[in-house]
């Protein structure tokens, strides 16, 4: 008998503990895998629909375009595509280009399936032809009447950069080259002001080729705009040495 009252107290203690919640009650129930499926579609629909967004806009830029928004590529105008698409305007390229068919296709945004079949290495000559071929398209272009007007606006707006020289104060230049022959050197400024030429202040423009603004451009753009051309600089430093000017030799 003395171990009964033991024994109800157990029982007393096991009902109560019956009535009490669960301990699995207490945590959040586990997540429906069909919700994580869902959410997870719509995830990734929201990231097709933003990628295709991004890409859509990149398609929508032409080559042309892309291009002469390169940095260290400013000085260039955009060539319009009739011009390009005209054979007597590209009389004598073809021998000069490698690639020239794929590249002319590039430039032109054609689609070509031969350029499928080939190797990275090919692909990237037939890129380095297109903007060799764009340069020597180029150089033609900015001497007719649009091509003029399209560098007019740049002139305007001093893309070419200023004359660094100080007595010019800040005069706007024009990109020239000092050979009509590719690979012969850089692009240069010259200042219509002093009648000099400078390399421009940007490291970008350092590897762009003379050739593709020759050696007549400036000069044609003054005489055509000759409103636009400032009087020669007059003054010009002089040495001295304790206020006293230095007499040359």
């Avoid at 400013?74 to 490698?98: A, M, R």
């Avoid at 590249?103 to 031969?114: F, G, N, P």
């Avoid at 636009?228 to 030799?249: E, N, R, T």
Wanted: proline letters at 6%; charged letters at 25%.
């Amino acid at each position: 008998m003395g171990h009964v009252p033991n024994l109800k107290r157990i029982q007393e203690t096991l009902e109560k503990d019956s009535r009490a919640p669960k301990l699995k009650d207490s945590f959040p129930s586990a997540p429906n895998p069909n919700n994580i499926a869902k959410a997870s579609d719509e995830e990734s629909a929201t990231d097709t629909e933003e990628s295709d967004v991004s890409g859509s806009e990149d398609d929508d830029t032409c080559w042309i375009s892309w291009y002469c928004n390169l940095r260290g590529n400013e000085f260039f105008c955009e060539v319009d595509d009739d011009y390009i698409q005209d054979d007597f305007n590209l009389c004598g390229l073809s021998g000069q280009i490698p690639y020239y068919d794929y590249a002319l296709d590039l430039i032109l945004d054609v689609e070509s399936s031969m350029g499928d079949s080939f190797t990275e290495e090919q692909n990237e000559l037939v890129e380095s032809a297109a903007e060799m071929l764009y340069g020597l398209i180029h150089v033609r272009y900015i001497l007719t009447t649009k091509g003029l007007a399209a560098m007019l606006e740049k002139y305007k707006n001093a893309e070419f950069g200023r004359c660094p020289r100080v007595h010019c104060c800040g005069q706007p230049c024009l990109p020239v080259g000092e050979s009509d022959i590719p690979r012969k050197g850089t692009v240069k400024i010259y200042c219509p002001r002093c009648e000099d030429i400078y390399t421009p202040r940007s490291r970008f423009q350092e590897s762009v080729d003379g050739s593709y603004f020759g050696t007549t451009f400036p000069n044609l753009f003054l005489m055509t705009y000759g409103h636009l051309k400032p009087q020669k600089a007059s003054q010009s430093y002089v040495p001295k040495v304790f206020g006293f000017k230095v007499h040359k030799p």
